[in-house]
């Protein structure tokens, strides 16, 4: 029997969305990086990406790239938040690629890859506007010169990423922005930068949007593969499975009861005072999983189920017709934030599972 709570993944639907979306990028000029920081340096997820054709993997987390690299996935790994001070030498050992803001840390890079008789690749965050990382643009030009002059280190390219803190969207300005900067470093040092990586998951809509991309050559995608949809707006992406991933839970109580509680109201475990609609008496239904394993407001129930509260260990549906049955399972949709908490929630097992129900594995 298959443990619960439970975050199902699909192999098969990951493997179609990555290989859909390496193809339409790669028919514009514009290799994909997948990234799996997600999935917490799962092999499984790491191989079905690269099975579909992506260039490189890339982590934020440099204890996923280790553990990849202990699984021995060969790929070329890239660390995709600048690295820490503490971390340089893991780094170093671990990663083919690192994107840096920081020259206090390129030169510790520089020193160790050197000692270590290693090559590491740079690429140079610029900031345009989301103000999460990056080297101001008009600070960018000497941190490429002093980058080229230290040794063991080579700058792989320039890159941004928006969308994440502050939600602004790649466009025609911004991205136009960062095909100039390509230019400029290339006109004054005479070289010519491999990578020029436009963002995120965020940059799908522009990328797919039929005008010319510049010098733009190179995505870093997770969410879009892992979930179908693009993150601006969370529509879907023609052409991809929503539900490589799904949540199941079991139900531990089904009861007629008030839609309304009773007695002097004051703050919930999570310190909001609740609004209930009236409406009389519901089918009531607590599933054994809490905000403790998902993001409640990022779930998706089933049709004829309404999500009404959550505390850290019960979810508390109401369901509209039909009862559930004690040790009854559902399934649920996830958005990026539950997904990210159910992925990191060691009580809730990881499973891979196919269009046969009976074949099943825990996800390596
Ligand atoms: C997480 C991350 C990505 C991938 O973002 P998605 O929205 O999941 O596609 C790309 N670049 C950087 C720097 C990241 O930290």
Not at 168 to 176: I, K
Not at 223 to 251: M, S
Not at 256 to 281: H, I
Not at 288 to 310: K, N, Y
Request: proline share 4%; charged share 15%; glycine share 10%.
């Amino acid at each position: 029997m298959k443990p619960s709570p439970r975050l199902e993944v699909n192999l098969a639907k990951l493997h179609h969305n990555a290989s859909h979306l390496v193809r339409t990028f790669g028919s514009r000029g514009v290799s994909v990086l997948g990234v799996c920081k997600l999935t917490q340096g799962s092999q499984e997820v790491a191989n079905t990406l690269l099975d579909a054709g992506v260039c490189a993997l890339g982590d934020s987390h440099i204890e996923h790239i280790e553990s990849l690299r202990r699984a021995g996935v060969v790929a070329e790994m890239t660390l995709l938040r600048s690295p820490m001070r503490s971390q340089i030498q893991r780094v170093v050992a671990s990663a083919d690629v690192s994107y840096n803001t920081e020259i206090g840390v390129i030169r510790g890079l520089s020193h160790e890859a050197l000692r270590t008789q290693r090559r590491h690749g740079v690429v140079l965050m610029v900031e345009l506007g989301d103000l999460r990382e990056g080297i101001m643009p008009a600070d960018l030009l000497p941190v490429v010169q002093e980058t080229l002059a230290l040794p063991n280190v080579y700058l792989r390219g320039i890159g941004t990423n928006l969308a994440c803190r502050s939600g602004v969207s790649p466009d025609a300005h911004n991205m136009a922005a960062l095909s100039e900067l390509a230019d400029t470093i290339e006109q004054a040092h005479g070289i010519q930068l491999d990578t020029i990586s436009g963002g995120n998951s965020a940059n799908v809509l522009w990328g797919l949007g039929g005008h010319a991309l510049g010098r733009i050559n190179h995505l870093r995608l997770g969410e879009v593969l892992l979930l179908g949809c693009e993150p601006l707006h969370r529509h879907t992406v023609d052409g991809l499975y929503t539900d490589v991933f799904g949540l199941v839970a079991e139900v531990i109580e089904s009861k007629r009861k008030p839609s309304v509680p009773w007695g002097t109201l004051a703050q919930t475990a999570f310190g909001v005072v609740p609004v209930c609609q009236d409406q009389g008496w519901v089918m009531q239904t607590i599933l054994a999983v809490g905000r403790q394993d998902i993001d409640p407001m990022g779930l998706c129930a089933p049709q004829g189920m309404t999500i009404v509260g959550a505390s850290s260990d019960h979810l508390v549906v109401v369901t509209h017709g039909k009862a559930l049955n004690i040790g009854d399972e559902v399934a649920f949709g996830l958005n990026y934030s539950a997904l990210l908490v159910a992925m990191t929630s060691p009580l809730v097992a990881k499973v891979v599972v196919s269009d046969n129900s009976a074949d099943w594995h825990f996800l390596h």
